[in-house]
């Protein structure tokens, strides 16, 4: 998922690049190196930035789950989000570079996170929602029929299949999973972190981690069982 930072980037202070030497006073405001990045390009600066900020990326990963990966996974994307807030936070954004990094890196998280979800099982995921309005709630949430993303761009063919394996797990899914576990995939979908869904539940982080765990697994299952579907067409 894009480049990795196979090593920790050498700390604060004085940086060597090629015959040179690069001097980084540990005290140097963030938006000073920022500023001085992007004009100059200077890998020693970006690393600097980077080592300035590896916990903070680190510990809001650490709230996520990416379907097909890990922890290693979500803290790489983190960290490409990170890279994004050097490469284009000004101070014409009126909110200092921590702020602005913490957008960028949730945004790079969530946006990973969907992106995943879709390419694992397409047509299940083509549901913003899994499971239609629900008592409690919000007045005017769309129902899952009406959320469905457009098939203009598949072959035909393609999209007959999916739509009968999506019915299938439409059909099903109130007997799938638990209703904890309609509530849990729903705000999962809606990128939602870990913590934000344990605070709206009202259920402690494992539990909604244990959750999440046997959603993929019961997911996995039935679409092994439908897959038949798809190589008889």
């Known amino acids: 998922m894009g480049r990795r930072y196979t090593r920790e980037p050498p700390t604060q202070g004085t940086h060597h690049v090629g015959n040179r030497r690069t001097t980084i006073a540990p005290d140097t405001e963030d ?18 930035l980077i080592s300035r900020y590896r916990r903070f990326a680190r510990a809001k990963a650490r709230g996520y ?4 990966g890990d922890s290693d996974d979500v803290e790489q994307e983190a960290l490409i989000g990170l890279y994004k807030a050097v490469r284009d936070y000004s101070p014409d954004h009126q909110a200092s570079f921590r702020a602005f990094a913490e957008l960028c ?40 029929d009406e959320i469905l993303v457009s098939h203009s761009d598949a072959d035909p063919c393609d999209t007959v299949v999916a739509d009968e394996r999506m019915q299938k797990m439409h059909a099903s899914m109130d007997a799938l999973l638990s209703g904890l576990e309609v509530e849990v995939l729903r705000l999962y979908v809606e990128g939602k972190s870990y913590q934000e869904i344990s605070d709206q539940l009202g259920r402690h982080t494992k539990s909604i981690d244990n959750a999440l765990q046997r959603i993929k697994r019961k997911l996995d299952g039935k679409l092994d069982e439908d897959e038949p579907l798809a190589t008889a067409v």
């Open 105 to 144: 890196i949730k945004r790079q998280i969530i946006t990973a996170i969907k992106t995943a979800t879709r390419q694992k099982h397409q047509p299940l995921n083509q549901y913003q929602s899994i499971s239609g309005v629900r008592p409690g709630d919000e007045a005017g949430e769309s129902a899952i």
């Open 31 to 48: 938006a000073a190196l920022v500023d001085r990045y992007q004009r100059s390009g200077e890998p020693e600066v970006l690393e600097a």
């Open 65 to 68: 789950f990416l379907i097909g």
